[in-house]
């Protein structure tokens, strides 16, 4: 048998673009070596946001104990929350393979690797014998969706005892009652988050100056507000040099010698590219930086193309999943045009949460473009309002009098992250705000505050 497709991986962008290729009516087969969904659905987003959901309620409940019209306590069984959250994904996994089996996607469980033009070998573990333990697909077309995997530095390697990954971490039993995080991205923050709920001592060290640091600076400068509030230690500009278990604890050590000590260190500096073993040599594929590099259709050799971390573009669920719907279409036919993302949202989940959507301030200057900026402080939200979390802003940038990116911070912005991509996107000026009616009251209106605000030209 010769497939029209074969996908390596069962990510977001691998699994969708299976999905889109046989609604398109192509032969294709899927092989993951592990759980259907990959890193999203079973070590990073799905798990984080059960546990940021769970505990969400904590969060509320102080901001109105703040504002003296509640109080009590909630209290999370975290043994419990982990229980549901296995539960929830493999019945998402169930569903998936259900999915595959209604559309014809056949599911090839084992290790897949490129095995010259139009063949992949897989060293299968879904009980089909060959001689060799391996299985060759003859294939027209394959798709490469491998995904990426926790980074470290030397000297910052986990050991699964007090020194984890984000993988290990949402592996826990028991949530600890102090977590030194390495890395002030959005994987270590939102972890810091959940942990700060259950009342643990959170200490947060990144070798840039400021949390956050592809976020717009004022973004970084309320999350450290923020931070600040919760009695987080945040240590900036501060280089690790080693971190280990010593006595049932976990030790950091800085360049400097000083040393820290927690319960649990996480280690969230990063992730990289999945590209070995996979034969890639073989068909010419070239991997900068373990990256898999691409042309504007996403193809990385005649016939084969990558979707996802795997190519470098961006590491984002959504933008995997987008990849992978293109390339499907691309290769039934009913596409030729170049690969066109348009703006790709990002979120920041938790309490404060931060959204962003298409250029902020420095690459607009970058462009040598004319740049003004509105703002619009929560404080006055009715919504925000209503749950006591008025800190936080939403931020237009104006790029020759159109909307060239919007960025929030504060209680619930991941709301307006769909209507600012569209607003982004279709580029309105002035004439545009009021093309649509805004509900009231809603967080919404803090968006059409932000685009109505006075406009100030930045030098």
Partial sequence: MTYDLVVLGAGPGGFDAAVAAAGHGLKVALVEKGFLGGTCLNRGCIPTKLWLGATSAIDELHNQARMKVASGEVKVDFPA????????????????????????????????RLAGEGAVEVETTDGIKTPDGVRTLKCAN?????????????????????????DMFLA?????????????????????????????????IDAMDRVAPLEDPEISKALQSTFKRWKWDVLLEKRVSGVRTVDDQGELTMDTGEKYTADIILVAVGRGPVTDGL??????????????????????????????????????????????HYVAALVAGKTDAPYDSGPVPSVLYGAPEVMRVGRMENEVHLADEE????????????????????????????AKGRVAGVTAVGHDVSRLTTPATMIVRQGWTAHDLHSIVFPHPSLDESLLAALQAERIPVE
């Fill in 172 to 204: 826990m039993e028991t949530m600890p009652a102090s977590l030194i995080v390495v890395g002030a991205g959005f994987i270590g923050l939102e972890m810091a988050q959940v942990a700060h709920r259950f009342g643990a001592r959170v200490t947060v």
């Fill in 279 to 324: 034969g890639l040599d073989s068909v010419g594929i070239k991997t900068p930086m373990r990256r898999i590099e691409v042309d504007e259709h996403l193809r990385a050799a005649p016939g084969i193309h990558a979707v996802g971390d795997v190519n470098g573009i961006i590491q984002l669920a959504h933008a995997a999943s987008h990849q992978g």
């Fill in 371 to 398: 740049c003004e900026v509105s703002l619009a402080q929560l404080a006055a939200n009715p919504m925000a309002q209503a749950h006591a979390a008025t800190q936080g802003f939403v931020k237009v940038i104006w």
């Fill in 81 to 112: 929350l982990q229980g549901r959250v296995a539960k929830h994904l493999a019945g998402t996994r169930k569903a998936m393979a259900m999915q595959l089996g209604k559309l014809g996607v056949e599911l090839v469980e084992g290790f897949g």
């Fill in 142 to 166: 394959i798709v490469i969706a491998t995904g990426s995997r926790p980074i470290f530095f030397p000297g910052l390697e986990p050991d699964g005892k007090c020194v984890l990954d984000s």
